[in-house]
């Protein structure tokens, strides 16, 4: 609840966990992973499969939530592009919701825009 709330607020989030793992099991999971990178079709739900199996169970020792200031005239900047007609496009690994406040801050977004969300969901 809290991670939601930091990185919906564009705060950079960070976890950090704990976990022991025999070495037994960790070696049969490793095999798994293995043949979930070098797998074709279905290697992206297969690495997510092997990374649910040895992420789970973990204990918690913390979490940071940091803000990631824009550099100083990056607002400003972005405004004038768009005032003067120039389309940008924005391509990010950020979760969604940060990429739409972060863009919103530095006026690459605003609130009469239309945000289309292009995620692995709705391909």
Known sequence: EHLNLFSSSGLRTLVVAVKTIPRPEFDSWFIE???????????????????????????????TAIEDALQEGVPETVKLIRDGGIKLWVLTGDKVQTAINIALSCNLLDSSMTILKLTDDFL
């Open 33 to 63: 992973f293995q043949q979930a990178r070098l797998a074709g079709a279905e290697r992206k739900q297969k690495l997510a499969e092997a990374a649910e199996k040895i992420e789970g169970n973990v204990e918690l020792l913390g979490a």
